[in-house]
């Protein structure tokens, strides 16, 4: 495959790319993939074909694993899938969250391990399961780096079948939690509900003061409480309509979960797929 094609597929399956469609019925890079006389949805299912076979890229990645993760082994009811949330100086590819948090750090064919370590450090921060997600020929690689990081990560390698093979099961891990980096994760609101539960108000202070005197009553809650009380804020974060994300075509199902689509929207899409 030649660099202009790998940057047309990189750039078909986005945001912007979607948007365009959904908003205009046109966009520039989905016109030069599509060929002549050919339905939108055929043109969207042979693009991924050709990730599929020759160019699995970070897209490629994450769209499986909302697929056989979030809808094969859970649902979209009880489990929260998350991307690119900031963890400290990191950004996790995939999180899901139901009972626990787990992470997900993905090495395509196309990435290197360089910062890996730094990475996983981060993560567990904030999170106490963490896993590296990477394809067969870097399995070896990766378990000399669960060895020299010393800690329960996780390994899991997608197969060329686009199967999810587990190689290490991921244990538990609390001695890195810090409340700094998981207090800065929650938005204003999710910090919020965490001190009414515990204090049964918020405080009565200036503006200037509220964020800093809200973290330092965060800091007060035992840990382990204040890290499930964080995962129950974070479980709320994309709520989706399950009934009609279930008819969204498997290619796009990232893409369309992360987006936070409303009805309009989906009747968007479905017109644009019967073109």
Known sequence: MNIKTRYLLNRFFSRNTLINLLKYSRDDVFNRISENNQGHLDTIQKAYQQLSKEYRNEYFYKNTLLNKLLLGVHSVNTTTALTEIPVGRAKPDFILINGKAAIYEIKT????????????????????HVSIVTYEKNMEIAKRKISD?????????????SKIKTIIKPGEY????????IFRILRKVEYENIIKKHYG????????DYYDTCKKLSMEIPLQQFYSDFLVELK?????????????????????????????????????LQK
């Open 109 to 128: 064919e196309l990435d290197n391990f360089d910062r890996l370590e730094n990475q996983i450090n981060e993560y567990y921060k904030a999170f106490n």
């Open 149 to 161: 990081i010393n800690k329960p990560i996780g390994l899991y390698i997608l197969q060329r079948n």
């Open 174 to 181: 609390n001695l890195d939690l810090d409340r700094d980096t």
């Open 201 to 208: 108000q918020l405080p009565q202070v200036s503006q200037f």
């Open 236 to 272: 709320k974060r994309n709520p989706i309509d399950q009934e009609r994300f279930a008819t969204v075509p498997y290619e796009i199902k990232f893409l369309v979960y992360f987006m936070g689509f409303k009805s309009k929207d989906f009747e968007a899409l479905e017109l644009f």
